[in-house]
């Protein structure tokens, strides 16, 4: 599957953003889809989870509660809602797919998503 991630730029300390996350190729609706970042300097991280079926929904404790992911299996998209933006949210999003499909427990860890798309830059300003 490619991935293109999109909706990235610069927001105020405490404004939103909306990233998508648009699939083609292989059958998007079978497979788990995450969010990840990485920041400069930093190493790359977990952000958000959905489950194949967009029945289950994981974050990492760090955006639990600002951020929610959603997916619209017709549309072959992911979506990453980011409310209560810090600085520290600052960093490249990347959107990738599970590598095994149909999966019935949640996920976290980059061995286990592919097809990583291009990511997009999102900047809060304090």
């Known amino acids: 599957v490619q991935l293109q991630a999109s909706g990235g730029g610069l927001v105020q300390a405490g404004g939103s953003l909306r990233l998508s996350c648009a699939a083609s190729?292989?059958?998007?609706?079978?497979?788990?889809m995450g969010w990840f970042r990485q920041a400069p300097g930093k190493e790359r991280e977990f952000v958000a989870a959905?489950?194949?079926?967009?029945?289950?929904?994981y974050y990492a404790d760090s955006v639990k509660g600002r951020f929610t992911i959603s997916r619209d299996n017709a549309e072959n998209t992911v979506y990453l809602q980011m409310n209560i933006l810090k600085p520290e949210d600052t960093a490249v999003y990347y959107c990738?797919?599970?590598?095994?499909?149909?999966?019935?427990?949640?996920?976290?860890?980059?061995?286990?998503?592919?097809?990583w798309g291009q990511g997009t830059l999102v900047t809060v300003s304090s």
């Open positions: 990738a797919a599970d590598l095994t499909p149909y999966r019935t427990n949640m996920v976290n860890a980059m061995m286990d998503f592919g097809s």
């Open positions: 190729g292989r059958t998007f609706s079978s497979y788990a």
């Open positions: 959905i489950s194949w079926s967009g029945g289950s929904t």
